[in-house]
């Protein structure tokens, strides 16, 4: 598991080494590489720090570069020699010959981080889609970064100080969305941008690629010509990301875009190279996603493992997976994450994931059905009256007894209702609901601020492609990447995406909607495509969810939400009590309010893991029960 991080000092005189603290948040047996240069620190755990020809530019990277071959020779041409055959190097001579461009020329995942002596400029990046998160922090007259939130706290110089407005978007949510972090005063490196700082800690963000972009311009194809590009492209993608030797192994869920990743992993590798692994949670009945895999593994000829996860074993193991996510993530298929990453790592270190493919196709069907229709706020249709009677009488009247009226009604100008009701459809807590969990927090969040502040769906063409474009920015990377990179590489197995490639991504953005939600049948390229290829492979429905009906009655599950009622995030107030009380006296929970004491005790594990004690990698051999009762 490969970490990167670094800190710029108030001044030389000031450099103590706290980088070194880090160590404490990993295991023992990781590597440590180590550059300092006048006032900054840098450090790569199982990584190398390479540097150029004439030492003056260092790089190391946290991810890998697929298309590394192709970048080699460009470089050699350009004249570059190099030394080793790591991606670490390849980013500085890539910095060398194209500077700040470079980065429009990597294709894969990837954390990094790029110091220029010369111009004494420390330049990190974020990969396109958000596949490798990374965190910067200026606390004081310090600057610091680094691709784990516990790596921050443990140098001492980041308070272990929740925010309210995370933690207010988690409820919203279930998960940190954005450029928010966990901890105050942390911010997440979008997707798609880069930051540079120089020594004196002045810093500027940019971004150098745009998902939207792509979807604002549509290629002319006919349905024949986007399948066989489609195809194409996939087939490139699992290519270019292969190992070059080692078992591999691919998680095949059951669905259709799993399916078909295994199906182009078995066409790109000898059948006795690859492994499948199916992670399901135990349930009275057998799931279907257990037939399907079976039966896609059988058509495949792939050697095929499941492993059914008991309710116990997602209790004994809770505390770890919220360790290992750095942040709390309130999505139960982390667990499975989990487990497809400890049965994998017995046989692969690599192992491919279909993550992408529901974003990028409208694999979904809630893409297609109406979201539950809320009533817009009067400030909506105050902000639709006509322009001359909004703004010589309604304005000038609020802006002289009710600013704050005025504030919301501007806000609502451009705002598009139905990628709000979207949004709001998808909550964690709704509407008052959000008040009555935490009147505390209630305010810290506000989901029309939000959609105006990162997307501006209205501009973006079609019905549906705003929704997608709304998950690709933020359930993707901030719910789904997250948990998959965290959770393999906890088992050091490193995760590969080919939906996210960029080329098919831009590919697959640029495919008109007619195309692309034929008859709103949910990934209707892929299943045309997927028909074509795997006569023998069966209809792929989606997950039901159904587990939650075996969790929600286990009495052990409602003993841990019996404990939340004394935990830190009632005595700190950011959780009511009643709330939790008033449904625990119901002796059946809905699915509903399952999903949102799950949220909590998620909420409630990280809260004691990273705020109320220090950071120890030892709490994290605890069980659910064990963690909640400790002082």
Known sequence: MSRIAGIIYPSAFQVTEIIGEMHTTYPSHSSFDYFSHKNIELGGWNTPISTNEAK?????????????????????????????????????????????????????PFALAIFDEKREILLIARDRMGQKPLYWTAQGE??????????????????????????????????????????????????????????????????????????????????????????????????ISLPKEGTVGSYLEGNLGSSVMSWFLSHALPRDRIRTYTALFAEPREPQ??????????????????????????????PKIVWHLDEPIADPYAVQAWHFGKIASAECSHAYADLGWEEMLGGNSRYFTSAEKVTPPLAFFLARLPTKLRDRVVVPFLKAIRCDYLYRILRNVDIDRSQVSYLMESALFKGKGRKKISPKLFKAFDPEVFTQRFHHLSTLPGSINPSLYYDAKTELPDRLLIQFE???????????????????????????????????????????????????????????????????????FRKCFELLLKGRLVEEGHISARWIQHHLNFPYLIPRTFKQLWALLVLEIWFRLYISRPIDLSTTTLTTEELLTQK
């Not at 190391?60 to 590394?68: A, H, K, T």
């Not at 570059?80 to 390849?90: G, H, I």
């Not at 100080?161 to 928010?180: H, I, K, R």
């Open 56 to 108: 003056d530019v260092k790089g190391m990277l946290d991810g890998e570069i697929y298309n590394r071959d192709e970048l080699r020779k460009e470089l050699k041409k350009l004249g570059f020699k190099f030394q080793t055959d790591n991606d670490s190097e390849l980013i500085v001579y890539a910095y060398d010959a194209w500077k700040e461009d470079f980065i429009k020329h990597l294709n894969g």
């Open 486 to 556: 965290r959770l393999l590489s906890a088992h050091n197995v490193r995760v590969i995406n080919p939906f996210l490639d960029h080329r098919l991504v831009e590919l697959l953005a640029e495919i008109p909607e007619d195309i692309k939600f034929e008859s709103k049948t949910p990934g209707a390229p892929l299943r045309h495509l997927m028909e074509k290829l795997c006569h023998g492979c069966p209809p792929f429905p989606e997950r039901d969810g159904s587990f939650m009906d075996t969790w929600r009655t286990n009495e052990r």
């Open 289 to 318: 996603e257990f037939q399907i895999s079976t039966e896609v593994a059988k058509t495949l000829t792939l050697k095929h493992q499941v492993k059914f996860i008991e309710p116990d074993e997602v209790l004994d193991e809770l």
């Open 142 to 239: 310090y600057w610091l970064f680094s691709t784990e939130i516990k790596g921050l706290i443990a140098t001492g110089l980041v308070p272990q100080t929740p925010s309210n407005e995370a933690l207010a978007s988690f409820l919203y949510f279930g998960f940190v969305p954005q450029d928010l972090a966990a901890i105050q005063g942390v911010n997440k490196l979008l997707p798609d941008h880069y930051l540079k700082v120089d020594l004196k800690r002045r810093s500027v963000i940019r971004q150098y690629w745009s998902l939207s972009t792509h979807l604002q311009s549509k290629k002319i194809l006919s349905k024949e010509e986007a399948y066989e590009q489609l195809g194409k492209r996939l087939e490139e993608a699992v290519r």
